[in-house]
């Protein structure tokens, strides 16, 4: 059986066009490659 | 590809021929990002939109510069009616490519069309409006506006999932079933909308198994330790449409229109015709005040016409008038003054003086100027044109001498008596017998006690 009260607090707002630069500037951007990279970096300095 | 580290462009190898960098990490990496966007790809053709995000927000955890990936990701989202998500998966793919990518046509075509994109952001504003509602417990206000918001944007799923979920809370089923098998065509793997049809298909077979439980015997089988409720397994039917619903609906339609006939345009016509009526009157009450005053008008007119004919009378008369005045009249006078400065002797002068009228003329100075003329020269001169006169008598130049005499009568002189006289003599002379009785007849009542007139008498006797 549904909860219909624990259902309905997983609905979130969805962004509106105004927020849409804030939600592009707030993505974390982070990937493996990033990682890989920083890896890299400091075994180099190592 | 390039170097990672240096960004010079890298071959086949796995270092980096400037850097030196192992690159073979990196390029795992990106084979891994493509294996998901291929993976993303093909999920994306048969509609199974959640596994596509799933497998390409993977993809974009490896490489974050995976436009294919981006982009495609940004086309799920739109088509799941989140358009604020895929705006932003388009611009960071076009950050990381701003050249030759297929973002740019993504985002051009939404600019293109401002309406479009203010109505998505209208939708989400409603959706937002709704999900504030539905938390506060306000279902029904939640589900108008969810209506609209789905009415708008088709594709909007999480607004027909909240709609659907709503519809669920207030025992809707068959709207809510209805409203997630739509958005199962667009999204066929969504596992919330595959949750709430589980759900709805559970609470059929419940209730249809509660049916079967009240209408028949209950048939229960062992099996093995449990005890198990053996329940026709049925799925769900969409209900068919009941002709009776239309049936009644046209009836009452037709009542509906049968009473608008019978009650509402009959009051409607009556209406019409009294404000027609009142127009009427008002017309009719105009036209009285436009005809009085029509009326005083041409009387005025008629008043106006009357003056006007006055006024031509009198000027008629004013032309007859001055046609009348003889402008000449001044003229001799003027002639005597004239010869008289120039001293032109007093027979001609007294000649232009005998020309004027002297009663026609109004003028007081003129008169008195004529006045004194006459009385300076008159008395002198009379004599001497009587003696003329006389002279062309007694010469038997009768025509001639009573023109002469007839100038001592006109200048009034002393010797009328005679000249009148003679004149009637000359007349006579001349076998005027009338003329001869009119001149000697005026001796006799002009002057009876002259011998002119005693004269006169005898020579009256002797023309009778």
């Known amino acids: 059986m549904i909860d219909f009260e624990a259902e309905l607090e997983k609905f979130q707002p969805s962004l509106e066009i105004e927020q849409a630069e804030d939600a592009i500037y707030n993505n974390d951007m982070t990937d493996v490659t990033d990682i890989l990279k920083e890896m890299m970096q400091e075994m180099k300095n190592k | ?464």
């Open chain 2, 1 to 464: 590809m390039n170097c990672p580290s240096c960004g010079s462009p890298l071959t086949k190898k796995n270092k980096c021929d400037r850097c030196g960098t192992n690159v073979s990490l990196i390029q795992k990496s990106y084979r891994i990002s493509n294996y998901f966007y291929n993976k993303g790809l093909e999920k994306a053709k048969i509609r199974d939109l959640t596994g596509t995000i799933f497998v390409l927000q993977k993809s974009l955890k490896f490489n974050k510069e995976n436009t294919n990936a981006r982009n495609l990701l940004g086309l799920v989202y739109y088509e799941m009616g989140e358009i604020v998500a895929a705006l932003s998966e388009w611009v960071l793919s076009k950050h990381f490519q701003p050249k030759d990518n297929d973002a740019d046509i993504y985002i051009n075509d939404i600019q293109a069309n401002p309406t479009r994109l203010e109505t998505a952001n209208q939708t989400i504003k409603k959706y937002n409006a709704a999900l504030m509602a539905a938390k506060q417990g306000n279902d029904d206000l939640a589900i108008i506006q969810l209506k609209k918001v789905t009415n708008l944007n088709h594709h909007f799923l999480r607004a027909h999932h909240l709609l659907a979920l709503l519809y669920m809370r207030n025992n809707e089923k068959e709207k809510a079933y209805r409203l997630l098998q739509k958005i199962k065509k667009i999204d066929v793997t969504n596992t919330t909308t595959l949750r709430y049809l589980s759900e709805l298909t559970e609470t059929q077979e419940q209730r249809e198994g509660r049916d079967t439980k009240d209408t028949k015997d209950t048939q229960r089988v062992d099996s093995g330790n449990d005890n198990l409720k053996i329940s026709p397994v049925s799925t769900y039917r969409e209900e068919k449409p009941n002709i009776w619903v239309f049936l009644n609906l046209i009836i009452g339609v037709v009542i509906g229109v049968g009473l608008l006939y019978f009650l509402v345009v009959p009051n409607v016509k009556k209406q019409a015709s009294q404000d027609y009526n009142s127009k009427i009157v008002d017309l009719n009450s105009d036209l009285a005040v436009q005809t009085k005053t029509i009326t005083t008008l041409e009387n005025d007119k008629e008043d106006l016409q009357k003056q006007i004919d006055q006024l031509n009378t009198d000027i008629n008369k004013m032309k007859e008038e001055s046609k009348a005045f003889d402008e000449t009249l001044y003229d001799d006078l003027f002639a005597a003054i004239k010869s008289y400065v120039a001293k032109e002797g007093n027979d001609v002068i007294i000649q232009k003086l005998l020309k004027v009228d002297i009663t026609k003329i109004e003028r007081q100075s003129a008169v008195d100027v004529y006045n004194t003329l006459k009385d300076e020269l008159f008395p002198a001169a009379s004599a001497s044109i009587y003696e003329d006169g006389h002279n062309k008598y007694t010469n038997r130049k009768y025509e001639e001498a009573i023109q002469i005499l007839q100038t001592v009568v006109d200048i009034n002189a002393d010797k009328v008596p005679d000249a009148l006289y003679f004149i009637g003599r000359s007349y006579q002379m001349l076998s005027d017998k009338e003329n001869a009785t009119k001149f000697y007849n005026e001796v006799i009542d002009k002057y009876p006690d002259t011998e002119r007139a005693s004269q006169a008498k005898s020579k009256l006797q002797e023309l009778q």
